[in-house]
């Protein structure tokens, strides 16, 4: 084999860094067991307060060390593998920014009846329209003001030089939509900079393209009301000067000498015992002894808190300190016997993001003494002032920022940079100070320049920060999924053991039907599996259930190209030729229908990652990962395993086949295309039936595409699930759906009441609802803590919501996902096999699988078992088109070379023969991928039953449809020349 050296060195380069980033999940595992352990006390119970207190307290704390290189637990939980919210619980929002509000603010809140009742009647119509809220807020102003311009209401002081009365509607509304887009920009890098507080949530914020909205997902938070607080908390932007370290006095000096006193005496002995103090200064031995204790002591005990102290350590940056000193700095800030010391008209406010110092390495935050007379929470100018604020040049062309204020704004701006020439004025959002630039003379008009050394990105997020107290842009949850830490553990168990139950069955049968072939099959399959682990790790992926759910079917779908290699090695064995060559042979030949199969199949999941969101694109990840790794281990480290067991030539031991299977599936002549109008009618008929009974009963749609709310509730008993929706009927008008939810003790009980309202209030209602109404059906009493359910008790561990018009936005990305596909799909066969008839067969074929599965789910129903439609059945059907199209693929690409040998003869046989010599391969690789989705779809849980009925339908259907949909198709739609061969015979006959 040529290049195996490349080949080892590549898997042991690969295998080293999967063991580099897998080492950080170890380790963080270890550290969140130590904390569980912590804030655990004698009767078992968790203090979840006191196991985030704990984690919080070693954020920037160096606490692993790899062969010499310190990291921080932020550092670790940014390079973990992390666990998505259904494994181990958390919170799942959509935020939307609210164009209401932008467009009011923008109009400068006028008191007309025509502008507010247009705004009001757009609002509505907003609650179940996709169109932007600009255009509805457009049509509603054209029907209550007719022939009245828009002028007349946005042609204010505020925006004179962008809009006047001669200004046209197209030209406003034109602004609107980019105030609109700016105020998302806003919002999302506000979000991104709270979201980023909470630290061990190892949290992920991103925009969705093409609506004001902005995805958040918060793993392991559990203080949902913390969260909802913080995420739509109006932004406050303020400006406050700012107390040079001379107008401190004494205080500083003064918390020094307290904290000296408390603390030197115990401390300085313990940094003698592992560091020389000699030569030291008191201030370098006096941090010692605290990196020392801060070691060793219980970091949440408030007897033993202490602090670096409050030295010039960088004295060229004011108060500034090493970010991993800043949780305890925060800790002896909030202690009353060291904060009494400090000027009362002070306050302390951190920077927001880190520096580091000219000359140095450290990565350092600067404390801001604001002056804060009585400690007052008004600042002397306050954010609303601001009109304007864009990213330009200065002089020197360097990146600034342009500040536009009112005329309020602007003589009090006057009055405040006159009193502060030579000092700084810091610009505060959220308590966090953005910038504090020097005032370098008296300003007398509210135009402003602020300069510094900006980059062009950190320019253009300051002008939008001073923007967001121009144009007030409220979030309001339109999303939210909250998962309980017992449903995750359950989450968790349940995929571990489908993944190990489906792997242990694939590697018995390998081994059994292909001998010692089989173990170099169990080889690929452990490095895949591995690879995809360590290859999500190092992307600072999070392994979600539909990604566990992947996993399991790379561990079926990778199983395939060794099959394939393994059924070409034992053709050219039968065939004569000596294992050397047969080997050679097989890898030889299968490796155009191994790739054409990858390559059509990792289309699918790339293009379900670009279009598909929340969990269908943690899935999609996994699928690409596995395709690309079992390629690579399947093809490449096979070969290099196979090579070394071959090493003695034709007298090898090494075998592909075991006695049993010797010549089993082979020499097969099935006429299957003789039987293709039967089959077609065959697939008409149950299409047709599951359509009809899906026009006359509907399917079953889950909340995420019909909008609605969802409880899990469990009780300490089983509960009848017909019975309580009886109940249940009367309290909701009906709209309630109640089903068992992966045990007969918890139930999933579905709302769309209210389903228009996306309020706090209105979510509360829908709740309490819910809460009193099974509490008066069952007799049973709601509690909160889920974990210790006791008799007579119950409680909800997890809900959903969706509002409609993000059901709608679902439903949008799912159709264009399956679209994409299959035109990708489509263009993929045409190049490779250079024929439209083949690409027109697969998509025909991907198209008849689509619409079985559908079918098969209408059919279900109607004999009792209902699965939902939601995000994740779309996962499901594309992963089926992926896997059909493999099938495909493969009798398509032996269909190529047989005309390739054989000429274009007799294309019917030479179809025919395609698929009989294909056919152990595509049972084969059939049987151990179902295997593995059957064992899904019996231990996967409720959470997956959808998604592996799917999988199993289409997997079955999928075989089927390459063998008697597809490719009778081709022969069909190539009648011609067909036809034209059947005359050049008969005129060889006469």
């Known amino acids: 084999m040529q290049n195996k050296g490349v080949i080892v060195f590549l898997t042991v380069i690969i295998t080293g860094l999967c063991l580099y980033y897998l080492s950080f999940t170890f380790v963080s595992n270890g550290i969140q067991k130590n904390a569980s352990e912590y804030a655990t006390d004698a009767s078992g119970n968790v203090d979840f307060a006191k196991r985030r207190a704990y984690l919080d307290s070693i954020w920037r704390e160096p606490v692993y060390n790899f062969l010499g290189a310190d990291f921080t637990y932020q550092e670790i939980k940014e390079t973990e593998l992390g666990l998505g919210l259904d494994l181990q619980g958390g919170m799942h929002v959509t935020l939307e920014v609210s164009p209401v509000e932008i467009v009011k603010?923008?109009?400068?809140?006028?008191?007309?009846?025509?502008?507010?009742?247009?705004?009001?009647?757009?609002?509505?119509?907003?609650?179940?329209?996709?169109?932007?809220?600009?255009?509805?807020?457009?049509?509603?102003?054209?029907?209550?003001?007719?022939?009245?311009?828009?002028?007349?209401?946005?042609?204010?002081?505020?925006?004179?030089?962008?809009?006047?009365?001669?200004?046209?509607?197209?030209?406003?509304?034109?602004?609107?939509?980019k105030e609109v887009e700016n105020a998302i920009d806003r919002s999302f890098n506000i979000l991104r900079t709270r979201i980023d507080r909470f630290g061990t949530s190892q949290p992920n914020i991103q925009r969705i393209q093409g609506s004001g909205r902005i995805q958040i997902e918060l793993p392991g938070v559990d203080n949902q009301e913390r969260v909802r607080n913080l995420l739509q908390g109006v932004a406050k932007l303020q400006f406050w000067e700012v107390a040079e370290l001379n107008d401190l006095g004494g205080s500083l000096e003064a918390v020094n000498a307290a904290w000296v006193a408390d603390n030197k005496s115990s401390n300085t002995p313990a940094a003698a015992d592992t560091v020389s103090t000699e030569n030291m200064s008191e201030e370098d031995s006096l941090r010692n002894a605290l990196e020392k204790q801060l070691a060793e002591i219980d970091p949440l005990n408030p007897s033993t808190d202490v602090s670096p102290v409050f030295s010039l350590l960088y004295p060229n940056y004011g108060l500034a300190y090493q970010v991993r000193d800043t949780v305890v700095i925060n800790r002896i800030l909030k202690n009353p016997d060291y904060n009494s010391l400090l000027p009362r008209d002070i306050k302390l406010l951190w920077g927001v993001k880190p520096f580091t110092p000219e000359g140095t390495s450290d990565e350092v935050l600067e404390l801001y003494a604001i002056k804060a007379p009585r400690g007052t929470d008004e600042a002397p100018l306050e954010g609303d002032v601001v009109t304007d604020a864009r990213q330009v040049l200065d002089q020197t062309s360097r990146p600034a920022v342009s500040m536009q204020m009112n005329a309020e704004g602007a003589r009090k701006w006057r009055s405040l940079t006159a009193a502060n020439i030579g000092k700084r004025i810091a610009v505060v959002l959220d308590n966090y100070v953005y910038t504090a630039p020097v005032v370098n003379g008296e300003i007398p008009t509210g135009q402003s320049e602020i300069s510094g050394s900006f980059s062009l990105q950190e320019a253009q997020d300051l002008a939008n920060i001073l923007k967001s107290g121009s144009l007030p842009a409220p979030t309001q949850i339109v999303e939210e999924s909250i998962i309980g830490p017992t449903l995750g553990k359950e989450a968790q168990s349940q995929g571990v053991f489908s993944m190990i139950s489906g792997l242990v069955i694939v590697v018995l049968f390998m081994l059994a039907y292909y001998s010692k072939g089989g173990l170099v099959a169990i080889a690929a399959l452990v490095f895949n599996i591995?690879?995809?682990?360590?290859?999500?790790?190092?992307?600072?992926?999070?392994?979600?259930?539909?990604?566990?759910?992947?996993?399991?079917?790379?561990?079926?779908?990778?199983?395939?190209?060794?099959?394939?290699?393994?059924?070409?090695?034992?053709?050219?064995?039968?065939?004569?030729?000596?294992?050397?060559?047969?080997?050679?042979?097989?890898?030889?030949?299968?490796?155009?229908?191994?790739?054409?199969?990858?390559?059509?199949?990792?289309?699918?999941?790339?293009?379900?990652?670009?279009?598909?969101?929340g969990p269908v694109k943690g899935f999609a990840i996994v699928l690409m990962i596995g395709i690309a790794s079992s390629f690579f281990s399947a093809v490449f480290i096979t070969r290099v395993i196979v090579s070394w067991m071959s090493k003695k030539g034709d007298k090898s031991s090494i075998s592909f086949s075991s006695p049993i299977a010797k010549n089993t599936l082979s020499s097969l002549n099935f006429d299957f295309l003789g039987k293709r109008k039967v089959a077609y009618l065959i697939s008409s008929g149950i299409i047709i039936l599951g359509l009809g009974i899906a026009a006359i009963n509907g399917l079953k749609f889950g909340v995420d595409f019909t909008g609605g709310r969802s409880y899990i509730v469990a009780f300490d008993e089983p509960v009848v699930p017909s019975e309580l929706k009886v109940g249940l009927d009367g309290e909701f008008d009906g709209s309630v759906e109640v089903k068992t939810y992966g045990a007969n003790n918890v139930l999933k009980v579905t709302t769309s009441y209210l389903i228009n309202e996306d309020d706090d209030a209105s979510n509360k209602q829908v709740e309490e609802k819910v809460k009193s109404g099974i509490a008066t059906v069952t007799g049973l009493t709601f509690t909160d803590d889920a974990e210790n359910l006791s008799s007579g008790q119950f409680a909800i561990t997890g809900s959903s919501k969706v509002g409609a018009t993000v059901a709608d936005d679902i439903k949008a990305s799912s159709v264009e996902a399956m679209l994409a596909a299959l035109i990708a799909i489509f263009l993929y066969i045409l190049v490779r096999f250079r024929k439209w008839q083949f690409s027109l067969a697969s998509i025909i074929a991907l198209i008849h699988d689509t619409l079985f599965v559908i079918a098969a789910f209408a059919i279900a129903s109607a004999f009792g078992a209902t699965f939902e439609i939601d995000q994740v059945f779309i996962a499901a059907v594309l992963t089926v088109i992926g896997y059909s199209i493999n099938d495909t693929v493969i009798v398509f690409d032996r269909i190529r070379e047989n005309i390739e040998n054989r000429g274009t003869g007799k294309l019917v046989k030479i179809f025919n023969d395609a698929i009989n010599q294909t056919l152990g391969r595509t049972l084969i690789t059939s049987f151990t991928t179902l295997i593995v989705v059957i064992v899904l779809l019996i231990f996967g849980g409720e959470v997956l039953r959808g998604f592996s009925f799917a999988l199993f339908i289409g997997i079955l259907v999928g075989t089927y449809s390459s063998v008697y949909i597809a490719t009778p198709i081709v022969v069909d739609l190539m009648k011609r020349e067909i036809e034209s061969e059947k005359e050049k015979e008969a005129k060889k006959v006469s």
Do not use: C, H
Request: hydrophobic share 45%; no cysteine.
């Open 105 to 177: 603010g923008l109009a400068g809140n006028p008191k007309d009846e025509g502008f507010n009742k247009a705004v009001e009647d757009a609002r509505q119509t907003a609650k179940t329209s996709t169109d932007k809220f600009v255009n509805l807020f457009y049509s509603a102003w054209q029907s209550n003001n007719p022939n009245r311009k828009l002028s007349s209401i946005f042609a204010t002081a505020a925006n004179r030089g962008r809009i006047s009365l001669e200004s046209s509607d197209s030209e406003i509304l034109d602004i609107i939509d």
């Open 530 to 613: 591995f690879f995809i682990l360590g290859i999500l790790a190092q992307l600072g992926a999070a392994l979600t259930l539909p990604g566990i759910a992947g996993i399991v079917l790379t561990i079926g779908m990778s199983i395939d190209a060794n099959v394939l290699i393994f059924e070409r090695i034992k053709e050219e064995l039968r065939n004569g030729a000596g294992l050397i060559a047969a080997i050679n042979s097989g890898y030889n030949k299968a490796f155009s229908a191994i790739l054409d199969s990858n390559v059509t199949t990792f289309l699918t999941g790339a293009i379900l990652y670009a279009l598909g969101q």
